[in-house]
C-alpha cells in the first residue's frame, strides 16, 4: 500500500515489493538502478552456471537482481510461455533462446519449428540448416505443421515401446550402443499465440494442449510468446501446461495475475525492455534478459 508513497521519497519509478523473499524471513523492496546496464548474451553463455550445467537443453535468460546468471533448462520445464506488451523484450529474449540452442546443437540433434503470424520477427531464420520446414507466416499452414509434429510425436512413442525406452534421453542411449545416430530434439517455436489462437481456432488449441502434455518425454518442447495473457485467449487447459513463465512489463494487473499465478506478483510494475519475472512452481525471480541486437543474427 505504501509502494507510490516510496517510490515519491527515493525519486525512483514504480517500486516492486516482495513478500517475503523466497528463502527468508524479510520483506524486499526492489528499486530500479538510475542508470541501466546491458547485459549481453556473451557475458551469461560464458559464465559458470552456464558452461556447468549439463543438460542438452540449456537456455542463457540473463542477469538476475544480484548480478549472477540466470540460467534455465527446458527439459525440465518442460515448455516456456513468454509474456508481455509490446516493448517489454519478448522478441530479443525469443532471439537469445534460438540463438543459444544453435550455438550447443546441429542439426543432427535439434530440429527447429517456427511459427511467425507477423511475419518479421522469426523469418530472419529462413535458411538456417536445423529448420524442418520454412517459417510458418501464414495461418492455414499451422494446422498442417502442428499436425504433423502431433504425428511425429506419436511415432516417437511407438518406437521407445518397442526397444522399452521411457524417453528420448533412455531411447538415445540405446541407440548410441548400437552405434546409430540420436533422435534429434524438436523445438517448437510460436510468436503470438493469442493471435494464433483466435484465428486458428479450436483446432489449434486442441493440438498445441496435446503437445504441451504428452510432448516431453518424446523429446518435444514449445516455446510461445503473447502480448496479452488473458483467460479469453490462453485457457486454464494449456496454460497449466506452461509451469514456467517469463513475464514481463504487461498492461494491467489482471493480466500480471493470471499470467503469473500470483495475486501479488508486481509484474505490472516492471520496467520494460528486458525487465521480466522467471516463474516456477509458484516462486519468482526477477532478472534482466540478455541482449541480442539485430546486427548479431
Known amino acids: 500500500a505504501l509502494s507510490n508513497d516510496l517510490a515519491l521519497a527515493l525519486e525512483a519509478s514504480p517500486i516492486r515489493i516482495e513478500a517475503p523473499v523466497p528463502g527468508r524471513s524479510i520483506v524486499g523492496l526492489e528499486v530500479p538502478n538510475r542508470q541501466t546496464a546491458l547485459v549481453t548474451l556473451r557475458s551469461v553463455m560464458e559464465s559458470e552456471a552456464y558452461l556447468n550445467m549439463k543438460s542438452r537443453l540449456k537456455l542463457p535468460l540473463g542477469q538476475d537482481v544480484s548480478g549472477q546468471p540466470a540460467v534455465g533448462d527446458l527439459a525440465k520445464m518442460p515448455h516456456l510461455l513468454i509474456a508481455g506488451a509490446t516493448g517489454s523484450g519478448k522478441s530479443v529474449c525469443v532471439n537469445a533462446v534460438i540463438a543459444s540452442l544453435l550455438f550447443n546443437h546441429t542439426p543432427d540433434t535439434l530440429r527447429l519449428l517456427m511459427v511467425d503470424p507477423k511475419m518479421v520477427e522469426l523469418t530472419t531464420y529462413n535458411g538456417i540448416p536445423h529448420l524442418i520446414a520454412p517459417v510458418v507466416t501464414e495461418v492455414d499452414r499451422v494446422v498442417p505443421i502442428l499436425a504433423w509434429a502431433t504425428r511425429e510425436m506419436d511415432r516417437r512413442y511407438k518406437m521407445f515401446s518397442q526397444v522399452g525406452a521411457r524417453n528420448i534421453e533412455s531411447f538415445n542411449e540405446k541407440l548410441a550402443a ?11 517455436i510460436i510468436d503470438e499465440l493469442a493471435d ?11 493440438m498445441l494442449t496435446r503437445l504441451s502434455q504428452r510432448g516431453r518425454e518424446a523429446g518435444i518442447h514449445l516455446v510461445a510468446c503473447t502480448q496479452k495473457p488473458t483467460a479469453d485467449l490462453i485457457g486454464g487447459a494449456m496454460k497449466a501446461n506452461f509451469p514456467v513463465r517469463l513475464v514481463g512489463s504487461v498492461a494491467s494487473r489482471d493480466e500480471a495475475r493470471y499470467a503469473t499465478g500470483i495475486a501479488d506478483s508486481g509484474a505490472e510494475k516492471l520496467e520494460g525492455k528486458g525487465d521480466f519475472l522467471l516463474v516456477a512452481k509458484g516462486a519468482t525471480v526477477r532478472f534482466q534478459a540478455a541482449w541480442l541486437g539485430p546486427e548479431d543474427l
Open 178 to 188: 548400437k552405434g546409430q545416430p540420436a533422435l534429434p530434439f524438436i523445438v517448437i
Open 196 to 206: 494464433l489462437l483466435m484465428t486458428g481456432g479450436a483446432q489449434v488449441e486442441a
